[in-house]
């Protein structure tokens, strides 16, 4: 538990992935446990040495808000109801157990546009022509590009101002038709298929709802007055980027 008497700064990312389906009673509990078991270990230790951390960055993502159409959502937007705004709340409530002379800042990540993640399914199945817009396409998925993420976290290690609640989000809300065309687009493959919202619903349950057809138009409003500045600003430069590595 001494292991972190010489560290400046903790990060943590650990959780199991939530775009596993279907979510069952047993793999809600592994997604809660992945979560809250990791940070309460880690600010136990921070709370068992001499000088603990400066700064304890904490993953936390905007499943907070849940499904939230017509919304403009912020950090300072209430949280919604149901099991994934109640998974992520206990989760950033867990990293308030670092020590007080901690900074903690909890990170409500969007989907991170990359090669693998959250947006894995989407490119394989453009890949192989079947590029589909989900339900109408006019919900709203925050996102961020991976190297803004990187970039975000490292912004927030140094800024000393910054605690509590962060979103990392890109600047530009875009809607979920936005981010499959733009796969589509950059793929050059058809873009032609629709998976109704009640498809969805039966096949893929719960996890499907929330995943691919909550609405949430979240805006990073701390980061911005922060002055972070973005690399990828719009989802089409995020996706380009994907494909330019």
Do not use: C
């Not at 959502?73 to 007080?100: I, M, N, Q």
């Not at 989907?111 to 693998?116: K, L, M, Q």
């Not at 805006?219 to 330019?244: C, K, M, N, S």
């Amino acid at each position: 538990m001494q292991a972190l008497g010489d560290v400046d700064a903790v990060v943590n990312l650990s959780g199991a992935s939530i775009a596993r389906m279907p979510w069952t009673r047993g793999y809600r509990r592994q997604l809660l446990d992945s979560r809250v078991a990791a940070t309460r270990t880690l600010a136990d230790a921070m709370n068992q040495v001499r000088r603990p951390p400066a700064v304890f960055v904490s993953g936390s993502a905007v499943g907070i808000y849940g499904d939230r159409p017509g919304e403009r959502l912020t950090e300072e937007s209430a949280r919604g109801r149901g099991f994934f705004p109640d998974l992520v709340e206990e989760w950033e409530k867990t990293s308030h157990l670092a020590p007080a002379a901690t900074r903690v800042v909890q990170i409500r990540s969007g989907v991170v546009i990359a090669r693998g993640g959250g947006m894995a399914p989407v490119r394989t199945l453009t890949g192989v022509g079947l590029g589909a817009r989900f339900g109408t396409g006019g919900q709203h998925w925050p996102w961020i590009s991976l190297h803004d993420e990187v970039a975000a976290i490292r912004h927030l290690l140094t800024r000393s101002a910054l605690a509590g609640p962060v979103a990392l989000v890109g600047p530009t809300p875009a809607t979920s038709d936005r981010v499959t065309h733009g796969f589509a687009r950059r793929m050059r493959r058809p873009y032609a298929l629709r998976a109704p919202e009640g498809v969805i619903r039966r096949v893929l349950g719960e996890a499907g709802q929330r995943l691919l057809l909550d609405s949430m138009k979240v805006v990073p409003v701390r980061l911005q007055a922060d002055g972070f500045t973005w690399t990828h600003p719009r989802v089409e430069d995020a996706i380009d980027a994907v494909f330019a590595a």
